[in-house]
């Protein structure tokens, strides 16, 4: 009988064959580690402790590779494939730098391609998706990103990851949290004395657009305000300029724009209303950027887990080629942050008040 003043291990798979996640769970260690360790790969650095450490869950486990999902796999070549729809978009520079990272460390090279191009030219998806090119396929899709697009890539069984999306189904995804960015953003207004807050928002992807305008209605509901008014902010600078001149005089003290190369464009509409920036409108946007400190004025924002995002989303690919079902992840770690910069401030006194 086992003496129950021992400490109990972590649990063990149930039934089934063990998978590398279960593996790497009870040793402690990424998956990656996992993988390059039984593969045999001669540049992984690790600790013999650990190694031994490994090896001796494997065993006890009984894990072997599961062939049956090495057999669905189109390629045995090494490459995981990033598809993104705008490759010039600083938000997806700290994306990339966290997948590649994550992909060096498990033995991948890491290819970058554009979301959009990859749709529309037939060939290119021919050679990179049914070519035998790449193990495996994360996609992040863009304003004019479809459920077709993602079927199409579905149905070659290439291993696929949506990025940056929090759709549940049949393919796996890893997200971030949205509604807490807005809602962050949205308090932060609050808190500074505005009552009348807008919401210049993404309108699509609409899972991702949603969750932010969640956000913001939740943090005006607990702050006991009316909801400001919406408009569509979208994901360019010309979007941000546009979605400022829709927005009615006077309407607003304070904006939340849920992207940030869209906020720099508010920031250039309201100039040319001859709006003072946070003089008579404060703006906060979703995702901070380098050159966001060097605006004029600073941009204020909230910072996004993005590096995070792109090494979950390898570790969920890997997951995946090891054999494991289609994930649907949500990075809670780090937190979205709250930048405090120079483009929010109290609202303007209204003439006569005190």
């Known amino acids: 009988m086992p003496d129950p003043c021992q400490p109990v291990g972590p649990a063990r798979p149930a039934r089934g064959r063990a998978k590398l996640s279960d593996v790497a769970r009870e040793a402690g260690v990424s998956?990656?580690?996992?993988?390059r360790l039984l593969r045999g790969d001669e540049k992984l650095r690790i600790r013999e402790e650990t190694r031994q450490r490994v090896?001796?869950?494997?065993?006890?486990?009984?894990?072997?590779?599961?062939e049956v999902a090495r057999a669905l796999r189109r390629s045995e070549v090494g490459i995981l494939g990033m598809a993104v729809h705008d490759t010039s978009n600083p938000v997806y520079s700290e994306i990339l730098a966290g997948a590649?990272?994550?992909a060096s460390a498990a033995g991948y090279a890491l290819l970058l391609a554009d979301a959009d191009e990859l749709a529309r030219t037939g060939r290119t998806f021919e050679r990179l998706v049914r070519g035998?090119?790449?193990?495996?396929?994360?996609?992040?899709?863009?304003?004019?990103?479809?459920?077709?697009?993602v079927a199409q890539i579905a149905s070659t069984r290439l291993p696929l990851l949506l990025v940056n999306d929090r759709t549940r189904g049949e393919v796996g995804s890893v997200g971030l949290d949205d509604e807490a960015a807005t809602y962050l953003a949205t308090r932060h207004l609050a808190e500074l004395g505005h009552t009348a807050i807008?919401?210049?928002?993404?309108?699509?992807?609409?899972?991702?657009?949603?969750?932010?305008?969640?956000?913001?209605?939740?943090a005006l509901a607990e702050a006991g305000l009316p909801e400001g008014p919406q408009v569509r902010?979208?994901?360019?600078?010309?979007?941000?300029?546009?979605?400022?001149?829709?927005?009615?005089?006077?309407?607003?003290?304070?904006?939340?724009?849920?992207?940030?190369?869209?906020?720099?464009?508010?920031?250039?509409?309201?100039r040319a209303q001859g709006l003072r920036v946070p003089d008579d409108l404060s703006i906060v946007a979703v995702h901070d950027v380098f050159f966001a400190p060097h605006l004029t004025p600073p941009?204020?924002?909230?910072?996004?887990?993005?590096?995070?995002?792109?090494?979950?989303?390898?570790?969920a690919l890997l997951r995946q080629l090891g054999g494991d079902r289609p994930p649907h992840e949500v990075v809670s770690e780090p937190e979205p942050e709250l930048v405090v910069r120079a483009s929010t401030a109290p609202p303007p006194r209204r003439p006569g008040r005190a």
């Open 132 to 149: 035998n090119r790449i193990d495996g396929l994360m996609l992040q899709r863009g304003p004019g990103g479809s459920d077709a697009a």
């Open 299 to 315: 941009l204020t924002v909230v910072r996004m887990p993005l590096r995070e995002l792109g090494r979950r989303s390898v570790a």
């Open 31 to 35: 998956p990656a580690v996992v993988s």
């Open 233 to 270: 902010g979208g994901h360019t600078t010309g979007d941000g300029e546009r979605a400022m001149r829709g927005l009615e005089p006077g309407s607003a003290t304070g904006a939340v724009v849920s992207n940030v190369l869209a906020a720099v464009g508010a920031m250039s509409g309201a």
């Open 100 to 102: 590649q990272a994550e």
């Open 198 to 218: 807008a919401h210049l928002h993404l309108g699509t992807p609409k899972a991702r657009s949603a969750a932010r305008t969640r956000g913001w209605r939740r």
């Open 55 to 66: 090896l001796a869950v494997a065993a006890e486990l009984r894990y072997t590779p599961n």
